[in-house]
C-alpha cells in the first residue's frame, strides 16, 4: 500500500511540475505577444528596445 501512496505521490508531483512549467511558458508568450502588439508608444518602444538588446529579430 505505501508503494502505490508513493508512486501516486510521484506521478502527482510530475503533473504538478508540468502544469507551472506550461502555465508560466503561457504567461510569458502573453507577455511577449502583448508587449510586441502594444499600441501604446512607450511599451512598444520599451519591448522594442529589449528586442535589440536580446538579439530577437523585430524588422
Known amino acids: 500500500m505505501n508503494t502505490t501512496?508513493?508512486?501516486s505521490t510521484r506521478a502527482s508531483d510530475k503533473t504538478k511540475a508540468?502544469?507551472?512549467v506550461l502555465g508560466m511558458l503561457m504567461l510569458g508568450m502573453v507577455i511577449l505577444?502583448?508587449?510586441g502588439?502594444?499600441?501604446s508608444a512607450t511599451l512598444h518602444?520599451?519591448?522594442h528596445d529589449v528586442?535589440?538588446?536580446s538579439g530577437f529579430p523585430c524588422h
Do not use: K
Request: glycine share 0%; charged share 10%; hydrophobic share 55%.
Open 45 to 47: 518602444d520599451a519591448a
Open 5 to 7: 501512496i508513493s508512486t
Open 37 to 39: 502588439h502594444a499600441q
Open 33 to 35: 505577444f502583448a508587449a
Open 18 to 20: 508540468l502544469l507551472s
Open 51 to 53: 528586442r535589440h538588446a
